[in-house]
Each structure stands twice: as C-alpha cells, then as structure tokens.
C-alpha cells in the first residue's frame, strides 16, 4: 500500500506563489500519472495538472501559472503555483496511478489547504 503525504499548502496573497509537494512512501511507477486535483466549497474535485513520463496536461484556469514536475528518483509530485487568484482556493490533492502486473490502483493524499486572500 503506497500513502501520499503533500506538504507545501497555507495562506497567501493574491498574486503570490505556493509550491506543494507530495511524496509517496513506497514505489511509483515512472510510466505511471502523478496528479494534483482541487476541490474547493461546494464544488466537485477537479484535475489541476497532471504528469505521465515528462509529458504534461493542465486545466484552462492555471495553464501558465502553475507548472508541476516529479522526481521518479524519490517518488514525488510537486506543483509549483505562481500569480495565485482567489478562486485557486481549494482543498488540493495528491493523486497517483499505481501499475502492477495485476492491475491499477488509485492512491490519494489527505489534502493540503491553499488559501488566497486579497
């Protein structure tokens, strides 16, 4: 069983940056997607960005102002947030594809707060 612990979240101004981590405690396949969703009040859980190999895929709303990337070396994900609005406040989560001989897993991290604050 593979936990995902995220780190990084916490209060800043409109227009600042954030960088979140998330870390799994046991093997990820580099083949395998290291995600990143958010769910704000109210609202459904949503992709933010994702990462397979080196080849990435963002949302509309942070194309150009997030940018994630991983380390297959130490099985993370980070997400690097710049020019952060208030609607990029959201619970975000970690997500990870495991890929096993027998099939596919999905494992999720706890959520890490990013508030925006004008």
């Known amino acids: 069983q593979v936990q995902l612990v995220e780190s990084g979240g916490g209060l800043v101004q409109t227009g600042g940056s954030l960088r979140l981590s998330c870390a799994a405690s046991g093997s990820i396949s580099p083949l395998s997607t290291m995600a990143w969703y958010r769910q704000a009040p109210g609202k459904a859980r949503e992709l933010v960005a994702g990462i397979t190999g080196t080849s990435t895929d963002y949302a509309d709303s942070v194309k150009g102002r997030f940018t994630v990337s991983r380390d297959n070396a130490k099985n993370a994900v980070y997400l690097q947030m710049n020019s952060l609005k208030l609607e990029d406040t959201a619970v975000y989560y970690c997500?990870?594809?495991?890929?096993?001989?027998?099939?596919?897993?999905?494992?999720w991290g706890q959520g890490t707060q990013v508030t925006v604050s004008s």
């Open positions: 997500h990870a594809e495991g890929l096993y001989a027998w099939g596919r897993v999905d494992f």
